[in-house]
């Protein structure tokens, strides 16, 4: 129904800035809510971000309030994940996901997922 594909990823270091994208190359972006996740080798997928469909609600995990910023582009079918002042701890597999609600609540069971683009912070 929708096949997301990620980019942007890349090695940067601390205190950078970085701009990820998430594009839907199958359905239509504007009928989900997207988000951002990530996992890091050992540690559990967590979420980072979610945006509605309209783009007028966000929610963020703590750990990037302040600091990144999801938005989307409905026209252009794609969203965004702005990340600035990038820490080490931020390193990690980036994904972007889709599901056909939106809730600050249930920040799990998203059904699309991409493959993935890889953020490395340096020290």
């Known amino acids: 129904q929708v096949q997301l594909v990620e980019s942007g990823g890349g090695l940067v270091q601390a205190g950078d800035s970085l701009r990820l994208s998430c594009t839907a190359s199958e359905g239509t972006l504007s009928t989900y809510v997207m988000a951002w996740f990530r996992q890091a080798p050992g540690k559990e997928r967590e979420f980072v971000a979610s945006i509605s469909k309209g783009g007028s609600m966000t929610d963020y995990a703590d750990s990037v309030k302040g600091r990144f910023t999801i938005s989307r582009d409905n026209a252009r079918n794609t969203a965004s994940l702005q990340m600035n002042n990038l820490k080490q701890e931020d390193t990690a597999l980036y994904y972007c996901?889709?599901?056909?609600?939106?809730?600050?609540?249930?920040?799990?069971?998203?059904?699309?997922w991409g493959q993935g683009t890889q953020v490395t912070v340096s020290s």
């Open positions: 996901a889709a599901r056909g609600f939106y809730s600050a609540t249930m920040r799990d069971r998203y059904p699309y």
